[in-house]
């Protein structure tokens, strides 16, 4: 085990104003405490919430900011006090990197849900009064209960998306038992949480349709994919002839859209679940009530389902669509996927680029 250190030099790229423009920045990250492991990142993968918080679009944005929460990465250190992970460990960091770990949610696993709130991987106020910086950097240091190990046969690259983007959609499915084969699955979106959903969805030997407003998606959706039905959601045909045919719905689009057309393909018992953060939620009581259907919401999910879900990808081979760039393009990284031009999930070298 190696001792306790001094905090150290850390390369990042960070946002400084709400124009969210990154461009390389040094700091020091916190002092390894005896909990702690340190890893080298070698990706990361970008998030929405990067442009959430890089542009300031919540109001909280606290400068410079350090953004990114799909990290991966390589034990560097770890603290006197660690025995779950050793030196060249491979391993993850989500959304989350601290809890009052004393609650009834951290006490289950779920700290994501934490009832004193948990401390964001970056724009939070850490263990030490800073404020966490992301994974947009060289290094970084965590306490090891929210530190994950990656599968040892599982690229590093490919992982990065799991820890945001997979958690999300994984979650919401088990906590709604849609690992049942043979039931069948919407997908609302095939950006980089509903291609997930439609893999993890496979997986689990569902019968999967994907909705999208994009007819051009259609090709990827069902031959790279291997989703069963593609449905164009703005056409009123496709949608009616299916009809009360869905045991579950995976909502992942954030921007506005209607909920009727969908809750009435639900079968009666249905679930909808929302990970998407539209501006609103509008819907016919009706639409609900009548077949007793459920619309639930989901955040990304706790350290027992990380654990989970990483050890399920693993095993089935499930991987995200990825397309690796340098740190230097992750203006442009973060352009694209607002205009969502990406397939599916931009994720950073880190490793080979922030020099």
């Avoid at 109001?59 to 990114?68: E, N, Q, R």
């Avoid at 699955?185 to 509903?194: A, K, N, S």
């Avoid at 069963?228 to 909502?251: E, H």
């Avoid at 007793?292 to 350290?303: N, P, V, Y």
Wanted: glycine share 10%; net charge neutral; hydrophobic share 40%.
């Amino acid at each position: 085990m190696t001792s306790v250190g001094i905090g150290k030099e850390c390369l990042g790229w960070a946002a400084r104003d709400p124009s969210g423009v990154l461009s390389p920045w040094t700091f020091t990250r916190r002092v390894l405490g005896s909990e702690d492991v340190s890893l080298d990142i070698t990706h990361c993968g970008v998030c929405y919430a990067d442009v959430v918080w890089t542009r300031n679009k919540m109001g909280d944005s606290k400068y410079p900011l350090v953004p990114g929460h799909e990290i991966v990465g390589v034990v560097r250190e770890v603290g006197s006090g660690v025995h779950s992970f050793k030196v060249g460990d491979h391993v993850g960091v989500g959304t989350y990197v601290n809890s009052c770990r004393e609650c009834e949610y951290c006490d289950e696993g779920l700290e994501v849900h934490c009832l004193k709130g948990s401390v964001h991987t970056f724009n939070s106020v850490d263990t030490d009064n800073t404020i966490t910086k992301g994974g947009y950097s060289s290094f970084i240091v965590v306490h090891e209960r929210y530190c994950f190990k990656i599968p040892d046969n599982y690229p590093l690259a490919q992982a990065a998306p799991l820890l945001c983007a997979g958690l999300t959609v994984y979650t919401p499915m088990m906590r709604h038992n849609m690992n049942q084969p043979g039931k069948s699955l919407g997908v609302i979106g095939l950006g980089g949480l509903g291609h997930l959903a439609v893999k993890f969805g496979k997986a689990f030997g569902l019968n999967v349709t994907v909705f999208s407003t994009s007819k051009s998606k259609e090709k990827e959706a069902l031959s790279i994919l291997g989703a069963d039905k593609f449905v164009v959601s703005s056409d009123p045909q496709q949608m009616s002839a299916l009809a009360r045919s869905l045991d579950f719905i995976i909502d992942t689009a954030s921007g506005d859209h209607q909920f009727d057309p969908f809750m009435s393909l639900l079968k009666t018992f249905g679930v909808l679940v929302l990970v998407g953060f539209p501006s609103e939620i509008k819907l016919q009581p009706a639409n609900l009530i009548l077949g007793a259907k459920t619309i639930a919401g989901s955040l990304t999910g706790g350290t027992k389902q990380t654990k989970e879900m990483l050890e399920f990808c693993a095993a089935n081979k499930i991987y995200p669509e990825i397309e690796v760039v340098p740190i230097q393009y992750a203006n442009e990284a973060l352009e694209r996927m607002i205009n969502k031009d990406v397939k599916y999930r931009f994720v950073i070298d880190i490793e080979n680029s922030l020099k």
